[in-house]
C-alpha cells in the first residue's frame, strides 16, 4: 500500500520501471553523473521514472540538479523527493538503486538497498565492490562512466528475471553479510 502512496504522491506512471538514489544531495554522491546516466537510460526507455531522495547538504545543489535535468530535457522523468524520515517505501519502489558517487567508504545506502532486495547498479568505488561482491561485479561501471552506468540500468530493466535474481542475490548477500 505504502508503494502505491509513493508512487502517488510522486506522479509516477503506473507503467513505468523506477530507478532511485538515496543520498545526501552533495557533490560526492555524483548526482550530475546520476542524471547524465538518467538520460542516457531514457534514450532507450522511455518508460523510466527517476527518484532522488535526499537532504541537501550543500546550499543551492538541487537548485543545480534541477536545472542540469532541464538541460538535458529530463526534467519530466526526475523526481527529487526531498529527506524522507523513512526512506524504506521509496526503496520499495525501486526497480533499480542507482549509486553513482564519486568516492565513497562503505556505501551503507547501497547495502540497505540490498537488503531490501532491490537490484543495485554502482560506480566502483570505496566499499562498493566489496558491498556486492564478485559474483555481482558486473553491476559495477569505472568511477565517471555514464555509458557504463546506463547500458547495466538498462539491461537490467530490459530483463525482469536477471533483475529479480540480481534483487535476490543482493538480498541474501547484505542479511549474510
Not at 500500500?1 to 523506477?18: M, S
Not at 523510466?48 to 550543500?58: A, D, L, S
Not at 553491476?139 to 546506463?150: E, H, V
Request: one cysteine or more; hydrophobic letters at 45%.
Amino acid at each position: 500500500v505504502r508503494v502505491r502512496e509513493v508512487k502517488t504522491a510522486l506522479q509516477i506512471p503506473e507503467t513505468h520501471r523506477v530507478v532511485g538514489n538515496v543520498a545526501h544531495l552533495r557533490r560526492q554522491k555524483g548526482h550530475d553523473l546520476w542524471l547524465d546516466t538518467a538520460r542516457l537510460v531514457l534514450d532507450e526507455r522511455p518508460d523510466t521514472t527517476f527518484v532522488v531522495v535526499g537532504r541537501e547538504k550543500e546550499p543551492g545543489y538541487q537548485q543545480g540538479l534541477e536545472e542540469r535535468a532541464s538541460s538535458l530535457g529530463i526534467a519530466d522523468r526526475v523526481r527529487f523527493a526531498g529527506f524522507q524520515p523513512d526512506p524504506y517505501p521509496f526503496l520499495a519502489c525501486f526497480d533499480v538503486f542507482l549509486m553513482a558517487s564519486e568516492f565513497e567508504g562503505f556505501p551503507i545506502a547501497l547495502v540497505e538497498a540490498m537488503a531490501m532486495g532491490v537490484a543495485v547498479v554502482s560506480t566502483d568505488v570505496g566499499g562498493a565492490g566489496e558491498a556486492v561482491g564478485q559474483d555481482m561485479a558486473d553491476l559495477l561501471a569505472p568511477s565517471g562512466d555514464a555509458t557504463g552506468l546506463a547500458s547495466r540500468v538498462v539491461a537490467l530493466l530490459g530483463d525482469d528475471a536477471r533483475r529479480s535474481d540480481v534483487a535476490e542475490r543482493a538480498r541474501q548477500r547484505a542479511r549474510s553479510g
